[in-house]
């Protein structure tokens, strides 16, 4: 179950990264507001960097075997802090329905976040 | 020599004993600060009144208005800016209460403490690149200055607790 949800996991993550480099060449989110189209923009932006580090870093754990639980459980708070933030403040303002990858990291987001969940608390479980 | 082999077997534990110690039901029970406390490190203690202290004042600054003209909002003409900010101050909030929650209630907080650092430092990147976009290193940067120090200071600090939990609980376990 595990490694089911590490796949899920990782294979939201290749979207995301594909929806962000997208995002920059398109020149960010269509929006009213200048303002609104720069703050979505930087947010994707920052969030790319935090997803890449903690990726890299679990990657780097579990090739040199060592305990990614700490790892694991940071990223799945991240991941629900910046659902939280998505739904309450953003409503959803990363959503383009016109681009194909946009509506497959929505639609995969439930998913990701459940596995993710999953894996934090399995691995704080046994402690790998 | 015959009497220290006999101490040595009283503090053998029977299998029955073991299986018993390992299936113990946890209970969770709040405890006192001074309880608490009480097998913390001099540094734990310190850094958990100052992370206490730093975190309450910034709440309450913020809860009060005594923030709204400094932080991104104030400068943008964007909704979601204030949204945004009353949602991660409430984040901070709950990340506050858990911390003195999980203390009294005695469980460890290695990995609350990590997981606190790596918010705050998600929260004061992007914060403070709103704040720079808005030209708030020139206009105003007496603030960014206090709100860099603030950040900076809450995420060592809270990485520095969860050591020091974890040297508490080490040497609370080896005496």
């Known amino acids: 179950m595990y490694k089911l949800c590490e796949a899920i996991v ?42 890449v580090c903690l990726a890299s870093w679990y990657v780097f754990f579990r090739v040199t075997g060592k305990q990614v639980h700490t790892v694991v459980t940071i990223s799945a708070v991240l991941a629900w802090v910046m659902f ?25 987001r439930p998913l990701f976040i459940l596995g993710l969940t999953y894996m934090a608390v399995d691995a704080q479980r046994s402690k790998i | 020599m015959a009497d220290s082999n006999d101490d040595e077997v009283k503090h053998i534990l029977s299998h029955a004993e073991y299986e018993a110690l390992l299936n113990a039901p946890k209970e969770l029970t709040l405890s006192t600060y001074q309880e608490a406390l009480a097998n913390k490190t001099l540094l734990f203690k310190i850094y958990f ?3 206490s202290a730093i975190t309450a004042s910034y709440l309450i600054t913020y809860f009060v208005g005594g923030l709204d003209a400094h932080l991104a909002y104030g400068w943008s003409s964007v909704p979601e800016d204030h949204q945004l900010h009353k949602l991660r101050f409430a984040l901070g909030f709950v990340m506050l209460a858990t911390l003195h929650a999980l203390l009294l209630l005695r469980q460890r907080l290695y990995t609350v403490g990590f997981c606190a650092a790596s918010i705050v430092t998600y929260f004061s990147v992007s914060g403070v690149s709103r704040l720079l976009d808005y030209g708030v290193a020139a206009t105003d940067p007496a603030f960014l200055v206090i709100y860099l120090t603030i950040h900076i200071s809450l995420i060592i600090l809270t990485m520095l607790l969860a050591y020091e939990d974890e040297r508490s609980f080490a040497s609370e376990w080896s005496l």
Do not use: C, H, W
């Open chain 1, 84 to 108: 939280l933030e998505d739904l309450l403040a953003l409503e959803n303002a990363f959503f383009v329905p016109e681009l194909t990858l946009a509506k497959i990291v929505q639609f995969t």
């Open chain 2, 49 to 51: 009144f100052v992370i």
């Open chain 1, 10 to 51: 990782f294979i939201f993550l290749g979207y995301y990264a594909a929806f962000a480099l997208q995002m920059n060449a398109i020149g960010g989110i269509p929006s009213e507001s200048a303002d609104a189209v720069f703050l979505a923009r930087s947010l994707v932006d920052y969030r790319t960097i935090f997803i």
